[in-house]
């Protein structure tokens, strides 16, 4: 009985640490994803370069992400592909930039199967490092997921970028509140004050 106790517990232990790995993906109960967007606030102080978003998992570049994106000059760094997926950020030189070659990295996240995917990102790294390309971000985020009584809706965040360094955190963090469920609370608890106060006027006649 005793063998079969620990058996059993054993099993269930094992399922378990199974099942937390299987869910590492889900998001957490009681919490929900909320939209997060990313701008380079000065990108336009600096009309002699081309900005490049490259996204990555890990130490691979794009694979699960979303492909390599030229910034416009609204300076937005866009997000897609796996939610965990994060992006570095490259000035490179107008008079340097290889627009066939940053081109080809983008469409289609499915685009290229293992081989090619090593062949292109290894054309891409030579080029980068022959050209002085500077990563002026790193480690963009594009996730997070708030408690579903959170009033926070989205988040936009501003990189104030500089050429020498390479920036990491935001330099601005904009946190868009939706205060109307205060509203539905407040309304809630005036109608449960109410039903208590009738029931009690009830109970004394």
Same mark, same amino acid.
């Given at each position: 009985m005793r063998k079969a106790i620990i058996g059993m517990m054993s099993g269930i232990f094992i399922l378990l640490v199974l099942t937390a790995n299987a869910k590492a993906d889900i998001i957490r109960p009681g919490y929900e994803p909320i939209e997060v967007n990313n701008y380079i606030k000065n990108i336009n102080d600096f009309p002699d370069y081309?900005?490049?978003?490259? *996204?990555? @998992?890990? =130490?691979?570049?794009?694979?699960?992400?979303?492909?390599?994106?030229?910034? +416009?000059?609204?300076?937005?760094?866009?997000?897609?592909?796996?939610k965990f997926c994060n992006a570095d950020v490259y000035a490179i030189e107008k008079d340097r930039f290889d627009e066939a070659l940053i081109s080809?990295?983008?469409?289609?996240?499915?685009?290229?199967?293992? *081989?090619? @995917?090593? =062949?292109?990102?290894?054309?891409?790294?030579?080029?980068?490092?022959?050209? +002085?390309v500077k990563k002026v971000i790193g480690s963009?985020?594009?996730?997070?997921?708030?408690?579903?009584?959170?009033?926070?809706?989205s988040i936009a965040n501003y990189y104030t970028i500089d050429l020498s360094k390479v920036k990491t955190e935001p330099d601005e963090i904009d946190k868009e509140r939706d205060y109307s469920i205060y509203i539905y609370l407040g309304a809630a608890l005036i109608a449960l004050v109410l039903i208590i106060v009738s029931i009690v006027k009830k109970m004394r006649r």
């Amino acid at each position: 009985m005793r063998k079969a106790i620990i058996g059993m517990m054993s099993g269930i232990f094992i399922l378990l640490v199974l099942t937390a790995n299987a869910k590492a993906d889900i998001i957490r109960p009681g919490y929900e994803p909320i939209e997060v967007n990313n701008y380079i606030k000065n990108i336009n102080d600096f009309p002699d370069y081309v900005f490049v978003g490259v *996204s990555f @998992l890990g =130490e691979r570049m794009m694979g699960m992400c979303f492909p390599l994106q030229i910034i +416009g000059s609204d300076g937005k760094i866009l997000g897609g592909g796996y939610k965990f997926c994060n992006a570095d950020v490259y000035a490179i030189e107008k008079d340097r930039f290889d627009e066939a070659l940053i081109s080809e990295g983008g469409g289609s996240i499915g685009k290229y199967n293992e *081989s090619q @995917l090593e =062949e292109y990102e290894g054309r891409l790294k030579n080029y980068f490092s022959l050209n +002085g390309v500077k990563k002026v971000i790193g480690s963009v985020n594009f996730y997070t997921a708030v408690p579903v009584t959170s009033t926070q809706k989205s988040i936009a965040n501003y990189y104030t970028i500089d050429l020498s360094k390479v920036k990491t955190e935001p330099d601005e963090i904009d946190k868009e509140r939706d205060y109307s469920i205060y509203i539905y609370l407040g309304a809630a608890l005036i109608a449960l004050v109410l039903i208590i106060v009738s029931i009690v006027k009830k109970m004394r006649r």
